[in-house]
């Protein structure tokens, strides 16, 4: 069973289990073989994670942490930077050639935790994700209410967009839809600011 660890070497070590898991993948993932490629003991990871499950759990939360600490840092980060200019920010960062990677492991891992075989362990970190957007709605004057709704629409569609373009390669047809998603995104919220102003 883990026990309580220092919370920067615990991020270090989720850091190199991401870059790890980039790659090579899921598909013959093991506690043994990645503690002798990461330099460390068996021990040394179960000391931080109670199972694979656990592990693969962390690390998505990790990678979201990394998405978050960008968004955190584009200018007009906290509210006046438009949500449509986010969503087109959002789109060409995942699909740079540096982060491309980062987005297939992402989805690979999102796709054992549909099929059940991560025993739920994402399901926080999902409910997570629409509280994190829907705070950026909300920052920009919608309703709690509308902006959990306009959260769930977006990642959804956003996550079906990449996955889309994963599966296809097709990056111009994609990337046209994300655009118009990012318009939706500028609509929903202008949309609340003319409810307010014709209050």
């Known amino acids: 069973m883990p026990r309580t ?3 920067a070497r615990k991020t270090a070590l989720l850091d190199s289990v991401v870059d790890y898991l980039v790659d090579h993948g899921l598909a013959t993932l093991s506690m043994r073989p990645l503690a002798k490629e990461l330099g460390q003991s068996t021990r040394v990871l179960t000391h931080h994670f109670a199972d694979k499950a656990d592990l693969l759990a962390a690390t998505l939360t990790r990678l979201d942490e990394r998405q978050r ?4 840092r584009l200018p007009g980060a906290d ?3 438009g949500m449509g200019e986010v969503v087109r920010a959002t789109w060409e960062y995942h699909l740079t050639p540096e982060h491309l990677p980062l987005t297939r492991l992402v989805h690979e891992i999102e796709g054992l935790a549909a099929g059940d075989r991560l025993g739920g362990a994402t399901s926080r970190l999902l409910a997570d994700r629409v ?4 705070g950026w709605f909300r920052d920009r004057g919608v309703p709690a209410g509308a902006a959990t709704d306009y959260a769930t629409l977006l990642n959804a569609a956003f996550a079906g967009l990449q996955i889309d373009m994963l599966n296809t390669g097709d990056r111009e047809r994609t990337t046209a839809a994300a655009h118009r998603l990012a318009d ?3 609509g929903w919220v202008a949309a609340h600011a003319g409810a307010r102003e014709g209050a």
């Open 69 to 72: 600490e960008w968004l955190a």
């Open 79 to 81: 509210g006046e930077m």
């Open 5 to 7: 660890a220092d919370p």
């Open 131 to 134: 509280e994190f957007v829907a």
């Open 184 to 186: 939706l995104a500028d």
